[in-house]
C-alpha cells in the first residue's frame, strides 16, 4: 500500500461549498502531532450534497508521518466577517434540517427560525434569524409549551 499521499475526506457545508474550488490549498493538522501544519490541496468536490446539504471534498496530504486511517482536522481559508453570531448547536430545537431556536423573551421564550453557517466545533453561525445579546435556550426545550414560564438560572454572555 502506497502511504506517500494519503486523502482527507471531509464533509462541508452548502454555505461554504462554493468557497471553495480544485486546487485550494488548506491546513491539515491532527491531535496526533498538534504542532505540525501540512497543507493539503483540494482534488474532489462532490457535485451533490447529501440530505443535510453537506458537500464532500476530498483533500490530498503528502505524508509525512500519518499512518492511513488517522483523524484530522481540515481549515480551508473561507472568508468570513471577524466577528460572526454563534450559538451552541444544542440551541437548535429540531437540529440543522428544520433550524429553529427559543429565543428568551421575559419570563417566557418565543420560537424563531435561524438561517445557520459554518459549524465550530459544539457551535454554530447564525447568519440570520438572531440578533446580538439575545439569550436563547439551550436545554429543556422539549419540556415547553407556549404558555411555560422560564427562569434563567445559568447565562453565560
Do not use: C, W
Request: no cysteine; net charge positive.
Amino acid at each position: 500500500m502506497d502511504v506517500s499521499v494519503l486523502k482527507a475526506i471531509v464533509y462541508v457545508s452548502e454555505n461554504n461549498v462554493y468557497d471553495l474550488n480544485i486546487g485550494q490549498t488548506a491546513q491539515v493538522t491532527s491531535s496526533i502531532f498538534p504542532s505540525k501544519i501540512v497543507r493539503g490541496v483540494i482534488k474532489f468536490i462532490t457535485p451533490k450534497g447529501d440530505e443535510n446539504h453537506n458537500y464532500r471534498v476530498e483533500v490530498e496530504i503528502p505524508n509525512s508521518g500519518y499512518k492511513a486511517g488517522t483523524y484530522v482536522s481540515v481549515k480551508f481559508g473561507f472568508k468570513k466577517p471577524s466577528e460572526a453570531l454563534q450559538i451552541p448547536k444544542i440551541a437548535l430545537v429540531e437540529g440543522v434540517k428544520n433550524p429553529y431556536v427559543y429565543v428568551v423573551k421575559g419570563d417566557g421564550f418565543e420560537s424563531r427560525k435561524v438561517e445557520l453557517g459554518e459549524e465550530l466545533g459544539e457551535n454554530i453561525i447564525i447568519r440570520t434569524g438572531l440578533l446580538a445579546g439575545e439569550k436563547v435556550i439551550t436545554s429543556g426545550q422539549i419540556n415547553l409549551t407556549a404558555k411555560s414560564k422560564i427562569e434563567i438560572v445559568n447565562s453565560k454572555n
